[in-house]
């Protein structure tokens, strides 16, 4: 059981916006940690997606942005292209077991 | 360009001790902003921190396997070390070497090692 909760899977036609929400507690998201999330392409090592709640690194599209509130997060991605396909993982950190680092359990994205 | 390379046995046997070593190219491990960390991921599941080691050697474990890990660093080397002891099949995983930030994010990932625990 993960600390943080994603739904498992998602999907999308091309073009379409989808969403993946991101939901955690007092201890973590909701005690003002940063939320990064994390896109793995099939039989890939993660890449980070976005960092400190709502910033893109360099060369990630701003197709894919996110948002903080409270205790969740979420990750938005628009324009749904076929590249998209892969599994997304939020990630923080949290109080109650000494500031480690906590990721969600992953939600596979499909593009139909 | 930092890059990151995990290197180590693909092969424990149950009750023996895992040993990986991350050697980083590219960038200094001597930095004074970024930690060093382990993360796995067993076959089909998702993301686990391991644990996390800063330049001067002070570490921090994941709590569920604190008793077991112990993550060191070599800044001769530029290498940052995993040791897991008293393996088990549910340790079997692809273990990641990361630079790690608070602020932000693990940033940088080594391409993973598939370690198997098996007799």
Redesign the interface.
Known sequence: Q?VLTQPPSVSGAPGQRVTISCTGSSSNIGAAY?V?W?QQLPG?????LI??NTNR?SGVPDRFSASKSGTSASLAITGLQAEDEADY?C?S?DTS??????????TKLTVL | QLQLQESGPGLVKPSETLSLTCTVSGGSISSTIYYW?W?RQPPGK????VG?IYYNGNT?Y??SLKSRVTISVDTSKNQFSLKLSSVTAADTAIY?CAR?G??????S????ALVTVSS
């Open positions: 993960s940063d990064h994390y890939t090592a993660p890449k980070l960092y400190g690194p993982y990630q950190y077991l000494s500031g480690s680092w906590v990721f969600g359990g992953g | 960390g993360i998702g993301l686990e921190w996390s921090y994941n709590a990641y790690l608070y602020l932000e994010g693990a940033t990932w080594g391409q993973g």
